[in-house]
């Protein structure tokens, strides 16, 4: 699915350097961010940095998880280990998901708290701090996923976009909770905002992987762009039974093609190798193709 060792082993370094980077720069701004929502009394940036912490706790999953999904084939996995991708999407999915409740519940339970503060400034620098830093992230990781078509990596990278959105309702909040004292609440508000954008990337990401476990195949175009592909190469006469289904960030075809019913065995297993050789090669994440030979009838 890789190609060969060498790639693979790029592609895990790749995947392992941009991850690393997120891991010490996610722990850094959980850190500066806490502090600062404790000195601040922010309950906003305190929320905010509990989900940078969560943020490391996906980069560790990439890190860690990215050596074992890109593995090759084995007796036991003949198909690959792509499924271990997916399973990483959904834990990281999970994980915000987790991380968004338990701020919820603490927002509200502390919304009409009457020893409430008024937020420090110091609150609102580290909020802004956060969101320059996690939308540099957000771009690096995400083009480095799509370059390499790791969707544990693009989802990653959603992760973090999720924590600079976050940052900018906190920010407001400590603003607000600033110029209007007597509403304390106004920082409560923001991290059930914060709540709100977590969740919905916590959709975003999970969606996608849990329609592959289910064996969602890809979208119709893209089936018929498959379709298309095959049946143009030499020797084949028309295509049908298109199936497709997602192994990791890979697609597995299965497909039906009819040749001339005089031909040979030999002739037929060559034109069965040109058609997987055509679709690996021009069809999007096309990682392994199952050709059945059927004879064509006018």
């Known amino acids: 699915m890789y190609g060969s060792d060498i790639e693979r082993a790029e592609y895990v370094k790749n995947i392992k350097k941009v991850s690393v980077v997120g891991l010490v720069s996610n722990l850094v701004l959980s850190a500066v961010k806490i502090f600062a929502g404790f000195a601040g009394n922010s309950h906003a940036v305190i929320a905010d940095g509990v989900h940078s912490v969560s943020d490391s706790v996906t980069d560790l999953a ?3 998880g990215a050596a074992y999904w890109s593995a090759p084939p084995d007796e036991d996995h003949p198909h690959g280990h792509g499924r271990i991708e997916t399973a990483v999407t959904i ?3 999970l994980s915000l998901v987790v991380v968004a409740a338990g701020m919820g519940w603490n927002a509200l339970d502390t919304f009409f708290d009457k020893k409430a503060h008024v937020p420090g400034k110091i609150a609102f620098f580290a909020a802004v701090i956060s969101i320059v830093t996690k939308e540099i992230l957000y771009r690096w990781n995400r083009s480095v996923g799509v370059k390499l078509n790791c969707r544990a990596m693009i989802a990653n990278a959603w992760h973090h976009r999720s924590d600079a959105f976050s940052s900018v ?3 407001l909040a400590v603003i607000g909770s600033i110029v209007f004292p007597e509403y304390g609440y106004i920082d409560n508000i923001g991290a059930l905002i ?3 954008f977590i969740f919905y990337a916590a959709f975003r990401i999970m969606w996608p992987a849990l329609k592959e476990l289910t064996d969602a195949g890809v979208g119709e ?3 018929l762009k498959i379709e298309s592909i095959a049946r143009n190469v ?3 006469k028309d295509v049908h039974k298109c199936r497709t289904r997602f192994v990791g960030s890979g697609v597995q075809v299965d497909l039906h093609v009819l040749v001339d019913p005089e031909m040979s065995v030999r002739d ?3 034109i069965s190798g040109n058609v997987k050789a055509e679709l690996v090669e021009r069809a999007k994440n096309v990682v392994d193709v199952i050709v059945h030979l059927e004879p064509f009838e006018e």
């Open 234 to 236: 030499e020797g084949v």
């Open 268 to 270: 037929g297993h060559d």
């Open 91 to 93: 834990f990281i999915g």
């Open 169 to 171: 309702p906190a920010a």
């Open 194 to 196: 914060v709540c709100l």
């Open 221 to 223: 175009q893209e089936r």
């Open 62 to 64: 990439v890190i860690v």
